[in-house]
């Protein structure tokens, strides 16, 4: 039995998919229930906890050998995986896939990878088998532009000019973490995942632009601009001051490394970002 934690987010229901089309036994822990039925069906099976409390966590793992983890953003994401490890550990799990992000470690250059890094070192000390998904930035992060795409033709990012970024496709990110979930060989080792070629706001422009059939701009805006936007979207300041010094790796061109992960240990070829616009040009419709 696998237990995907995160199930509802972009690579959480991508693993559930693919891990049903391969027909493993497959257990998703959810904060709704009647959701993720909705969205998962029956032949998922459901469990309703949270990872900010541990107690609804044992019978979640029940009968687990395998735990998928990822989190969505949150202050306290730090503690809910190291909850979750804990949990896994005590419960007998033997093997744990986390996806953390690109370059995680204790003594990453920016927020967001220190705090992947804390989670990867007590994984590391739970005594199980780990293997680490280590994604760069997400296509998927461009459904939070789309109001703008829409209304006003562009899309507005502090990534500076002609930054290239190796962005993944969400689907791209599961991909590994199925295989890892289900090969062997996967134990104690951490892949970095990254899309088939380094693009730059402007190339996603034009790729936008050709897959849409009218005219999307990229326009760059400041750091602070962008601090200020998430601010006003409600994101604590803890978090949009990681976001933005995320971001600031873009322009230095620390983002634009490519890596065969996904071709490598898939099995197929990583997504473009034409593809990806394709599949969802709905979205941005």
């Known amino acids: 039995m696998i237990l995907v934690v995160g199930a509802t987010g972009n690579i959480g229901n991508e693993v559930v ?15 709704d229930k009647a959701k993720a039925t909705s969205m998962f069906g029956e032949d998922v099976e459901v469990v309703e906890g949270d990872l900010r409390d541990p107690a609804s966590l044992p019978v979640a793992l029940e009968g687990v050998n395998k ?9 306290d994401q730090v503690a809910m995986r190291n909850t ?5 550990a005590q419960a007998g799990v033997k093997h744990v896939v986390m996806s953390t992000g690109i370059g995680a470690a204790p003594d990453a250059p920016v927020q967001f990878g220190r705090w992947h890094g804390e989670n990867q070192e007590r994984l590391k000390q739970s005594g199980m088998d780990w293997t680490f998904v280590q994604p760069t930035f997400f296509m998927q992060n461009f ?17 500076g000019e002609n930054s290239p970024i190796s962005w993944v496709d969400a689907r791209d990110i599961a991909a590994v973490a199925v295989t890892a979930l289900t090969g062997a060989g996967h134990e104690g080792k951490a892949y970095p995942v990254t899309g088939p070629t380094a693009v730059t706001a402007e190339q996603i422009a034009q790729a936008m632009t050709t897959c849409l059939g009218k005219p999307i701009r990229y326009v760059a805006v400041s750091n602070d601009d962008a601090k200020a936007a998430m601010l006003d979207a409600g994101m604590p300041e803890p978090l949009a001051d990681a976001m933005v010094e ?11 490394d490519v890596a065969d992960t996904v071709s490598a240990i898939a099995g197929a070829p990583a997504r473009n970002i034409e593809v990806f616009l394709t599949d969802h040009k709905v979205a941005f419709s």
């Open 17 to 31: 998919r693919l891990l049903r089309a391969k027909g493993v036994a497959t257990r998703v822990l959810v904060r």
């Open 67 to 75: 735990v998928f983890l990822v989190t969505a953003l949150a202050l």
């Open 143 to 159: 459904f939070m532009s789309a109001p703008t795409i829409k209304d006003h033709g562009a899309f507005y990012l502090p990534l």
């Open 84 to 88: 979750l490890i804990d949990a896994a």
């Open 246 to 256: 995320l971001y600031a790796l873009a322009p230095p061109g620390y983002l634009g």
